[in-house]
């Protein structure tokens, strides 16, 4: 059940990543339920109501573009974030590498290295290949102790999209409260 304090509560789920790695359209494929192959840079900030979530608190999701938007700006809506998906596409080595080489070092920049926001890993358009990225992205999760979960999806065929808005949900909702970290034992 759910704390008290958690009913005026409400999730804010920022998407970032590389241009192009389908941030656009997985938004609007869970909203429209259909695979759009024209979609603007930046969809608008959706709220979605309490009684259409699993979890029933509002939930607000919301975009990136560089292409529209300043560092500043992208700073901002890192901190105002309860949880960061840092979304790459599986066919896309540079979108991979960058998740460790710009994204992570970037949030930890600007919340600090022992920020609390939760990050989950996206491994968009998993229809165009045939296996999974799974592997090359989980040794990040011993690296950042703040990665919760590394998942894939498909825009284009309506593939785990919710399943993932959920999960981001939940991260937020039941943070895992580790009981202590080995290497930080003496
Ligand atoms: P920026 O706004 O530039 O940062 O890009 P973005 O991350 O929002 O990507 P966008 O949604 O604009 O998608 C980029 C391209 O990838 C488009 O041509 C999409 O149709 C395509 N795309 C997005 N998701 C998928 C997917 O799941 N599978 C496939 N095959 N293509 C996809
Ligand atoms: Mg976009």
């Given at each position: 059940t759910l704390d008290m304090n958690q009913s005026d509560r409400n999730v804010r789920i920022l998407l970032v990543g590389e241009r192009g790695v389908g941030k656009t359209s997985?938004?609007?494929s869970l909203v429209f339920e259909e695979f759009y192959e024209q979609v603007p840079p930046k969809c608008e900030e959706?709220?979605?109501p309490p009684e259409v979530?699993?979890?029933?608190?509002?939930?607000?999701?919301?975009?990136?573009?560089?292409?529209?938007?300043?560092?500043?700006?992208?700073?901002?809506e890192m901190r105002k974030a309860s949880v960061i998906c840092i979304v790459y596409s599986v066919e896309n080595e540079i979108s991979i590498?960058?998740?460790?080489?710009?994204?992570?070092?970037?949030?930890?920049?600007?919340?600090?290295?022992?920020?609390?926001?939760p990050v989950i890993l996206v491994g968009n358009k998993a229809d165009l290949v045939d296996y999974s990225s799974i592997d090359s992205v989980l040794p990040?999760?011993?690296?950042?102790?703040?990665?919760?979960?590394?998942?894939?999806?498909s825009a284009k065929k309506l593939?785990?999209?919710?399943?993932?808005?959920y999960y981001a949900q939940k991260t937020v909702l039941y943070p895992v409260t580790p009981i202590y970290y080995p290497e930080e034992r003496d």
């Open positions: 997985m938004i609007y959706i709220t979605i979530t699993p979890v029933h608190i509002p939930t607000e999701i919301v975009d990136y573009s560089a292409q529209e938007q300043t560092e500043k700006e992208l700073m901002e590498d960058k998740i460790s080489s710009y994204w992570l070092p970037y949030i930890h920049q600007t919340l600090g290295e022992d920020h609390e926001t990040l999760m011993n690296q950042y102790k703040e990665i919760e979960i590394c998942v894939e999806c593939d785990n999209l919710s399943e993932i808005f």
